[in-house]
């Protein structure tokens, strides 16, 4: 069969233009090699709504990232994640950041962002007892979700209303017939008249796979570490520090998840791999320093996890110029549309770059109305969950929200897929509790191989006599 | 609807089932025992090594064996328990919401005991960078994959954390089969009991690393091997003494937290050395009816010593009951130098009273002195002292003038 559109990358990306599409009557397919969607930068984020302050007016990025940020209290009410409204604060420690605060107010305020004014200390105070600084620049419509959950709500919305979904796929090559495009995967081949590439950061390697050589991503990692819930009440709103030239992202901050924990990162490296994903003992000390000149109660202890994301950089180590998404249909190669750079604030213009994509489309295909299209995901509410078992006690998750995270409508099987659908082990015991319980429930449910997330990643080696056996 | 109970227990495992039988024989009628797993016993369950009841026994008995002992008696005595249920909420009033199977359930009791445990540190506890793949286990997790679920983490082991459940996992996982490289431990001296250094490493010749630690964790998918480094005098890794071991499974023995999660939410105020509630010698903690035992308390080495104070916990809960109150503290207890910490902080009645304390560092010939103000009310020599062994006094105080502080110190 051919399908009107492939999507390569099941990141938000991927999949905001998946679901976006699945308004129309077309044949639509998503690939991702991993065994679940959000395992790239969608799922290793700072998981923040941007308004678009920090981004120069005027540009492709500045207009989606506003754009999309718009889209999103409705488009999380439809697909049942949670969302919220927390405010950003820039903070300024020294006197000499004051004059850069102004000059971010007056930029906002061309971008059209209204709610920004400046606070002084005693309003600083106000608003965040617990937080270091002499003044701030304050944006009260910057809002918080759940990045990964958006990730998955968007596949999920996708596949009922018709996309297909293949994971463990990896496209391998791509080739020009004469009007479509045949993809050559690990796992079967595919044909179709539009080829989406929203592949992160191995972008530019699509992209040359179909010939196209103009771009290269300079993979850069942020590291983060997360704070336990009980520190939730130390801080209300999301806290940067004045960004500093040339530094490859926007300075490491503290901000409140949709969860109650704290995330302080990212930090900015450039690094050779793309799917490295380390932390490293420098950078997690440097997150401890930095973050204690913002918030000083911070105590070692209530660190519960550390990861890390890698941004896919258009502009080159020790360059701080401003580079530009780049999306298009490339004039070359009709039906090729590439999405390269898709770095911050990548997330909260993924609604508005689905939409954007889409119009690029409908410059050559028919967009019908699919009159099956359903907006809303099918989510039980947390409330009706609560009284039962509880499988994991940190997060407080009933073997209900578990069985149903087993059971995804995507298929995909891991503990992680578990993990990133019901938080069931992401709490400050980080599975202690939880994992046998997990366990138990998979093996009652299959006799698949448990893996911690995908293939390669088994989580046993047999039973427990077997090593005796065997020798 | 709300349940009514005169005393509620927090807990099912050893720490909780001698609380509720020591209640009951002091005229407790109607006990309510909560406990989240589906059978009682806690943490011994999954303990099929012997080493138990040495002291109250007098015999060497296996996890399961020590605890079904006391959930006979807690039959025996026809005290209610709910398994499978786990308490989410505890309020200062004595009131807690649980959560089982059957929906959730409000109950409120004149006096709660809470035995809830504790559980392990983590990975990020001890701040090891590196790569998140399959392979890294807490060693607790893995006894309880092995023992009880009969699954196997993994063939070649590096552990890390010389603490008991680290050694007894060193040799578990020898007499199942697999390779244990190494005990690594940042300490110049092991964490766990000297007796569980013997029998579970130099019998087994697993070598133990003193002053090491793990310092990376590499591998994608599956733990490919970690780095491990020599720890200078200050704790920082000496440089040049990094190198790279192959294995596929990195299990954590990095210590134990008092489980207070709920006690802090009741307001329970909590002693930063111990990680577990300030409490008087009768195990009262600061809202008066609230009790604590075991090792949501201070983590024990020895389940006997852990039986036998639950078991007074549960009568001091009785008396609290019948009396509708008790007294407030006194005095307190503090941890002077080379003391990591004292149990009980706080003093409420004049008499004998034991004090539980551990030593810092190791050492020789030390003196242990215990102060009351400025007075010396104690002094013993130890010949030999060690952090992993608890140290237990009595001082005998036949009056109490407020405000007076009891100071232990090793000299
Ligand atoms: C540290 C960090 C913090 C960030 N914080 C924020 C924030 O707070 N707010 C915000 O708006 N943005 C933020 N961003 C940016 C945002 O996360 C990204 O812009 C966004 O997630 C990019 O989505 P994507 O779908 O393009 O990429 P990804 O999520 O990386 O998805 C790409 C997908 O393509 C798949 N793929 C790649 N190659 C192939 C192939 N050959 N075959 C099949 N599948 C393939 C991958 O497996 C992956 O699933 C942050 C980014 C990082 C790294």
């Known amino acids: ?471 | 609807m709300q349940l009514k109970r005169e005393l509620m227990v927090i807990g099912g495992g050893p720490a909780g089932l001698a609380a509720a039988v020591a209640a009951r024989r002091a005229g407790v009628r109607d006990i309510l025992l909560i406990e989240r797993e589906d059978c009682l016993g806690g943490i011994l369950n999954q303990c099929i090594h012997n080493g138990f009841g040495r002291e109250i026994f007098k015999e060497s008995l296996t996890g399961p064996e020590y605890a079904q002992i006391f959930i006979e008696q807690v039959q025996l005595s026809d005290i209610e328990c709910w398994t499978g249920t786990l308490v989410t909420e505890l309020t200062a009033g004595k009131r807690i919401i649980a959560a089982n199977s059957r929906g959730l359930h409000r109950i409120c009791a004149q006096a709660v005991i809470l035995s809830m445990g504790c559980r392990e540190r983590t990975r990020a506890a001890v701040d090891i960078p590196g790569t998140r793949p399959a392979g890294i286990y807490t060693a607790g997790v893995a006894q309880n994959f092995i023992n009880l679920r009969n699954l196997m983490p993994g063939k070649r082991f590096i552990i890390l954390g010389s603490g008991d459940i680290g050694l007894i996992m060193a040799r578990r996982l020898t007499l199942e089969g697999a390779e244990v490289l190494g005990v690594l431990e940042k300490l110049p001296y092991p964490g766990g009991l000297p007796r569980n250094i013997t029998q579970c490493l130099e019998d087994f010749n697993i070598p133990l690393y003193l002053k090491h630690t793990v310092t990376d964790i590499h591998g994608k998918h599956r733990v490919s091997g970690v780095s491990i480094a020599k720890v200078g005098p200050r704790g920082g890794i000496l440089p040049g003494t990094t190198r790279k071991l192959a294995c596929d499974t990195l299990l954590l023995s990095v210590g134990l937290i008092p489980e207070n999660e709920l006690s802090k939410a009741a307001g329970i105020k909590l002693d930063r050395l111990t990680g577990g509630p300030l409490v008087d010698e009768t195990g009262q903690t600061n809202i008066p009816g609230i009790y604590a035992c075991g090792n949501v308390l201070h983590v024990y080495d020895i389940v006997d010593q852990l039986t036998k104070e639950a078991e007074a916990v549960g009568r001091a809960a009785a008396c609290y009951i019948k009396a509708g109150q008790s007294q407030l503290p006194l005095l307190r207890v503090q941890a002077g130098s080379g003391i990591k910490y004292v149990v009980p902080q706080q003093i409420s009645a004049p008499g004998k009273r034991l004090l539980s304390f551990r030593v810092d560092t190791p050492g020789q010939n030390k003196y242990i002195v215990i102060k009351s103000g400025r007075k010396i009310i104690k002094r013993q020599i130890k010949q030999r002292v060690n952090p992993p062994e608890l140290i237990q006094l009595e001082v005998n105080l036949p009056e109490l003038s407020p405000g007076n502080i009891i100071k232990v110190e090793l000299k």
């Not at chain 1, 990232?65 to 999380?76: E, M």
């Not at chain 1, 490293?280 to 990861?307: C, H, S």
């Not at chain 1, 995507?410 to 082990?425: M, P």
């Open chain 1, 1 to 471: 069969m051919d399908y009107d559109v492939i999507i390569v990358g099941g990141g938000v990306v991927g999949c905001a233009i998946a679901r976006e599409l699945s308004r129309y009557r077309l044949n639509l397919l998503l690939l991702d090699k991993e065994h679940d969607v959000a395992r790239g930068a969608s799922g290793r984020n700072s998981g923040v709504v941007h308004s678009g302050v920090q981004v120069p007016p005027g540009s492709l990025k500045a207009k989606l990232n506003i754009a999309g940020s718009k889209q999103f209290p409705k488009l999380c009410r439809e697909l049942g994640v949670p969302w919220r409204r927390v405010g950003k604060l820039i903070v300024a420690q020294h006197k000499s950041e004051l004059a850069k605060l102004t000059q971010m107010l007056g930029t906002g305020k061309k971008s059209g962002i209204a709610d920004l004014k400046l606070l002084d200390k005693p309003q600083l105070k106000q608003l965040e007892p617990h937080i270091n600084g002499i003044a701030a620049l304050y944006s009260q419509g910057e809002a918080i979700f759940s990045p990964y959950m958006l990730n998955i709500a968007l596949a999920e919305n996708a596949k009922q209303n018709g996309v297909h979904i293949k994971l463990n796929t990896r496209v391998v090559g791509i080739k020009r017939l004469e009007n479509k495009f045949k993809l050559a995967t690990d796992n079967g081949s595919y044909t179709s008249r539009y080829v989406v590439n929203s592949a992160g950061v191995w972008a530019d390697k699509l992209a040359q796979m179909a010939g196209i050589t103009g771009y290269r991503i300079y993979p850069c990692r942020g590291e983060y570490r997360v704070l336990d819930k009980a520190c939730a009440k130390m801080i209300n709103s999301m806290v940067y520090p004045v960004p500093v030239a040339g530094y490859g992202g926007l300075g490491i901050h503290l901000t409140p998840t949709i969860d109650g924990n704290i995330l302080i990162g990212p930090s900015a490296e450039y690094v050779k791999g793309r799917e490295d994903y380390r932390t490293t003992g420098p950078v997690l000390n440097k997150l401890y320093r930095e973050a204690l000149q913002l918030l000083p109660a911070i105590d070692r202890r209530d660190f519960i996890a550390a990861y890390a994301g890698i941004r896919s950089k258009l502009c080159r180590p020790g360059s701080s110029r401003f580079t530009d998404f780049m999306i298009c249909e490339e004039p070359k190669l009709k039906g090729f549309i590439n999405l390269v750079g898709i770095e911050s604030p990548g997330l909260s213009a993924a609604p508005a770059i689905a939409k954007h994509v889409g119009k690029l489309i409908a410059k050559g295909l028919k967009l019908a109305p699919n009159p099956d299209f359903n907006p809303r995901r099918k989510v039980e509410t947390r409330l009706d969950n609560l009284s039962g078992e509880l499988v994991c006690r940190c997060e407080q998750v009933t073997r209900r929200e578990v069985l149903a995270a087993i059971n995804n409508p995507l298929g995909a099987s891991s503990l992680s897929a578990i993990k990133y659908r019901c938080r069931a082990g992401m709490g400050r015991c980080q599975g202690g509790y939880c994992l046998p319980r997990i366990v138990d429930m998979l093996r009652e449910t299959s006799n698949e191989e448990i893996t911690f997330h995908g293939p390669g990643s088994h989580m046993f080696i047999g039973a427990t006599k077997e090593l005796l056996k065997c020798s």
